[in-house]
């Protein structure tokens, strides 16, 4: 049974564990907001739209995290409103615009990792390497962890009525477009926390099976957000140890311990899997005569 | 008539792309009516209770509640969307929906206090909502999803309450009720303006109407305006089908 407590002796496995926990945490709580504004297609298409500013990063600043960092902001940002802008100056609607930039920013990402000083493993940013994590690495998790939750929290209730209702939040006084750019924001910098340990393609997994998971499961925001957490976290935490004692990547182990958690709801989840949908009564004659006779 | 208990509306024109919907609008509406907004499709009735909302900007004209700009107190005025509109999925109570009501008060930081869960329970019982507290908003009838959103603009605390087509598909017992709810809110004194196109219930429903076609066509009680020349004149076609050519453009100038 050594096997089992084995990874927890290595440090780069606690260091990588306390990412799982920083990085699965803060993109669940994310993901509930993300699953209700509908974003989960923009958030595919800005994760890609980092590849060239972590191409550009490296190219200037070779793999400083930093470096890597703000090459990564300014990317997602420049499409994002770049989107915007194409969209709302032309006729092409905004889905077609933010595809259209984030593919070309993709394929201009891919062409620059070849002009990069250092050697850069293309697979490394797609798929992400959770065991190199470095210590400034799991710094900015913090960061990005403790700005996100505490935006998210403090601005509960105005994001409550923005993503409930939009236009009558407007009419009582919500900033609303600052709150969605806001969120915008928040989900980039949750993504680029997670680029180390899951890659660009991979981190809108956790940012979107966390969410859509406990959606399948309560009937409160608040559930959903932070059971949206945990679900993240533990799934994280798992898919890393899975991850280990298997010899496969951290990365996909995780995406898929995710994946299975959001099968087992699907199917199984006592309020909305199909399961009890399906093994429910077609109506409720017995229980409708009952009241009907009382 | 005290001047300060209504909602004065003068010279409120509303445009989409330049195209003006809604042409000059004037009228006082006293609160504690029940009114309905009748017309045809196309007349703007949506555009008039979003203008009074404050959803849609408006060219010319001004809107007064209280003496006061509905922007200065948007908490007073609750526009209940169109059912369509409601995301009914959303995880969410008709506890939960209602406390939302709240939040107009309490803004980000403010406690949730016993107070306004008082409250929340007073809307609750006052829409007949009390035994569906914990359903989620789905899992409810057409006529309870409206009185679930009605409880809402109560919690809020609001004083005006702008429906859109709310008895849209409700079959006769639950208009019977949304109509009692409605009522209810009239006699506690709020202004209730209902978008309405049966003519058939309209002497039943409501005490005053507005018959809308692109202009005001008329305006009072339901006894003396509701007859039918003025409803004629209302649902004439003939009257704005062109597109319409006077200037509103000076509105622009400034």
């Not at chain 1, 209730?157 to 709150?179: E, N, Y």
């Not at chain 2, 909602?7 to 509406?29: C, G, K, M």
Request: net charge neutral; hydrophobic share 50%; aromatic share 8%.
């Amino acid at each position: 049974m050594r096997w089992i407590l084995d990874p927890f002796h290595f440090e780069f496995m606690q260091r990588a564990l306390l990412g799982c926990i920083l990085i699965g945490f803060t993109n669940g709580f994310l993901s509930a907001f993300i699953v209700l504004r509908r974003m989960a297609l923009l958030a595919d298409a800005l994760s890609h739209s980092l590849l060239p500013g972590l191409a550009i990063g490296a190219i200037f600043f070779g793999l400083a995290p930093m470096g890597l960092f703000f090459g990564a902001v300014s990317a997602a940002a420049m499409v994002a409103l770049g989107g915007q802008l194409l969209s709302r100056s032309s006729r092409l609607k905004d889905d077609t615009a933010i595809a259209a930039l984030y593919t070309i920013a993709f394929a201009l990402g891919i062409l620059l990792l070849n002009y990069s000083r250092v050697r850069v493993d293309l697979h490394h940013f797609l798929f992400g390497n959770i065991l190199g994590l470095t210590d400034l690495d799991l710094w900015i998790s913090y960061g990005i962890s403790a700005l996100t939750l505490l935006v998210l929290i403090s601005q509960q209730r105005a994001l409550l009525l923005t993503l409930f209702d939009a236009t009558v939040a407007k009419s009582q006084g919500v900033p609303v477009t600052r709150l969605l750019y806001l969120l915008m924001i928040l989900m980039v910098l949750a993504m680029i926390s997670s680029l180390q340990a899951v890659g660009v393609v991979l981190s809108l997994g956790l940012l979107v099976l966390p969410g859509a998971t406990v959606y399948l499961w309560c009937d409160s925001f608040d559930a959903m957000a932070w059971g949206g957490g945990v679900i993240g976290m533990i799934g994280s935490c798992a898919g890393l140890l899975i991850s280990y004692w298997t010899n496969i990547g951290s990365g996909p182990a995780i995406v898929l311990v995710l994946g299975l958690f959001l099968l087992a709801s699907y199917l199984f989840s006592p309020r909305y899997g199909i399961l009890i949908r399906l093994l429910k009564p077609k109506h409720l004659h017995e229980e409708s005569l009952a009241r009907w006779r009382s | 008539m005290n001047a300060s208990h209504s909602l004065e509306i003068s010279n409120l024109t509303v445009s989409y792309d330049r195209v003006p919907v809604l042409h000059h609008i004037s009228l006082n509406l006293r609160c504690g009516d029940c009114v309905a907004l009748l017309g045809p499709n196309g007349a703007g009735k949506t555009t008039f209770l979003k203008a009074v909302a404050g959803l849609v900007p408006i060219e010319t004209g001004t809107i007064r509640l209280h003496g006061q700009s509905p922007q200065a107190i948007p908490r007073e005025i609750s526009y209940l969307p169109q059912r369509e509109q409601v995301d009914w999925d959303f995880p969410i109570t008709v506890r939960g929906l209602v406390e939302m009501g709240r939040y107009a008060h309490l803004g980000n930081w403010k406690p949730f206090s016993k107070r306004d869960a008082e409250i929340v329970d007073q809307a609750l019982a006052t829409l007949h909502l009390t035994d569906l507290a914990g359903r989620q908003i789905k899992a409810l009838s057409g006529g309870q999803q409206q009185r679930a959103f009605l409880a809402r603009s109560w919690a809020q605390q609001a004083h005006v309450y702008l429906l859109d087509e709310p008895f849209e598909g409700l079959d006769k017992n639950a208009q019977h009720d949304l109509a009692e709810s409605l009522r209810q809110l009239s006699r506690e004194g709020k202004l209730v303006i209902v978008s309405h196109h049966n003519l058939g219930n309209v002497a039943e429903l409501f005490s005053h109407v507005i018959l809308l076609n692109g202009e005001l066509v008329a305006e009072g009680s339901v006894e003396a305006m509701f007859k039918p020349e003025w409803i004629d004149k209302a649902f004439a076609t003939e009257i704005f089908t062109g597109p319409h050519q006077h200037p509103h453009s000076h509105a622009l100038d400034s």
